[in-house]
């Protein structure tokens, strides 16, 4: 679970020494963390060596495209019932007559070996996300209302190739319920230039013509992640580069949560909700705000949750200050000293100890 590093015997297994040993890769700059960057990494570096990073790319991403397209490839790569022959057999069959090359089907019979293939789709993502890496390319996902034309995806890439200074490529998506405008994500960054109204259909297109020209005036700029896992209460978030330790993060459905564990390639979150609602995948926003709770005489006879916003139907706190979760503990001198002592009935404690 979580971002687990592969077991020291993939790395070592026989079945993985034809793809080439992944020598050097503890010392590679990870910019995708966790089981599949891991994996992906070691095939990035054994197709450089042997110049075929065009033709991987390309096999991967059909690949990508038929687990996309296909519920019962989805289910063969994602569920138990199947046994690691079976899976193999399969998938090795599937990539044959799609034609793909030697080298993307024997690094997937050892996916599928290592009983790995439920990851398969993250590692083809994270492979395309560092060839685009190391070629100085930027991957921008964009949603928009209807489908964009070849012009308006030139247009908007060469405005975000300004804004970021490098390549960009433009991936798209169509969501109906955005009305106009677009969506914009860049890496962890979302700029979010859509709003929702009643537009006739005729006017989207001047529409979004007028967002691309004036892409990221009037922005609502965020920086987000992407949830790897979660469960007893925590969630392991890739992204948030720039979150601070102690700072809110907020989930779908408005659940929230407290950036605890900073790590090289993910974030642990604790959640102060219910976690059955978030899933792998989900989005994951910056707040800005250390976590903070009310404190005061307010408090008293109120019913709150984990962050002290009331939940009994009795209107807003009064009288309270929110002071932060972590905070630095007094030193003695600023601390009052004990004025009522509390016996314990043990003498040499009550000599010894101020307790009160």
């Known amino acids: 679970t ?6 020291a015997a993939e790395l070592r297994t026989p079945s993985v020494l034809f793809l080439g040993e992944p020598t050097g890769l503890a010392g590679t700059d990870e910019t995708v963390g966790g089981l599949a960057g891991r994996y992906a990494l070691a095939l990035y570096e054994l197709a450089d060596q042997k110049k075929q990073l065009d033709a991987v790319a390309d096999d991967l991403t059909g690949l990508r495209e038929l687990i996309s397209d296909s519920d019962d490839l989805r289910n063969l790569i994602r569920s138990p019932v199947y046994g690691r022959a079976d899976q193999a057999k399969a998938i090795a069959a599937i990539l044959d ?14 996916v599928a070996e290592n009983r790995r293939l439920f990851a398969l789709p993250r590692m083809i993502d994270a492979f395309i996300a560092e ?8 991957t921008a996902k964009v949603i928009s209302a209807q489908a964009l034309s070849d012009a308006q995806q ?4 060469e405005t975000l190739q300004k804004k970021v200074g490098g390549k960009v490529q433009i991936d798209t998506q169509v969501d109906p319920s955005l009305l106009g405008g677009l969506i914009v994500q860049v890496g962890s960054r ?17 529409i979004l013509k007028q967002q691309i020209e004036n892409f990221g005036a009037e922005a609502d700029v965020a920086e987000i992640g992407t949830v790897l896992s979660v469960g007893d209460g925590v969630a392991r978030v ?6 601070q330790a102690g700072e809110l993060v907020e989930f779908p459905g408005g659940v929230k949560g407290m950036a605890l564990n900073l790590e090289h390639d993910n974030v642990g979150v604790v959640l102060f909700g219910d976690d059955r609602g978030i899933n792998e995948g989900d989005t994951v926003k910056r707040t800005g705000a250390i976590v903070d709770v009310p404190v005061g005489k307010g408090l008293l006879g109120r019913v709150v949750d984990a962050l002290g916003n009331p939940i009994d139907g009795k209107g807003p706190l009064e009288d309270v200050e929110r002071h932060r979760v972590e905070v630095k503990a007094p030193g ?19 000599a010894l100890i101020p307790i009160g």
Do not use: C
């Open 2 to 7: 979580g971002s687990a590093r592969p077991r």
């Open 97 to 110: 007559k799609a034609g793909a090359g030697e080298l993307v089907r024997r690094f997937v019979g050892v």
């Open 131 to 138: 060839l685009r890496r190391r070629r100085g390319e930027v």
């Open 154 to 157: 030139a247009e908007l890439a």
């Open 190 to 206: 979302m700029v979010d230039g859509g709003w929702m109204m009643d537009i006739r259909a005729a006017e989207i297109s001047s």
């Open 238 to 243: 890739y992204g948030l580069d720039n979150v």
């Open 332 to 350: 003695i001198i600023p601390r009052k000293s004990v004025h009522e002592p509390m016996q314990t009935g043990l003498k040499a404690i009550d």
